[in-house]
C-alpha cells in the first residue's frame, strides 16, 4: 500500500533528482522512491551486520590481536 509524504530539499538537490529523473526517463518520485529503497536495505544490512558482529562477541567467536595479524599478514 503506498502513501504520500512530502518533504523540504535543497533546490540544488532538486535539480540533481530532476537530471537524473531525465536521464532514467522517469519522474522526481520514481527516483526518490529508489533512493529511499536502497537507503533502507543499506540501512537494514548494516544492522543486521552489527547484530551478528555482537552475537559472535556474546559467543566468544573473536580473536586476538596477534591472531588478527596473522591472519591479515600486518
Known amino acids: 500500500m503506498n502513501t504520500t509524504i512530502s ?3 535543497k533546490e540544488s538537490d532538486k535539480k540533481k533528482l530532476d537530471r537524473v529523473a531525465r536521464a532514467q526517463d522517469r519522474d522526481r518520485s ?3 522512491k529508489e533512493a529511499i529503497d536502497l ?8 544492522i543486521t551486520r552489527i547484530k ?8 566468544g567467536d ?11 599478514k600486518k
Open 39 to 46: 537507503y533502507l536495505d543499506l540501512y537494514q544490512e548494516k
Open 30 to 32: 520514481y527516483v526518490i
Open 62 to 72: 573473536v580473536c586476538n590481536e596477534k591472531e588478527w595479524r596473522k591472519v591479515f
Open 52 to 59: 551478528n558482529a555482537q552475537k559472535q562477541v556474546e559467543n
Open 7 to 9: 518533504l523540504r530539499v
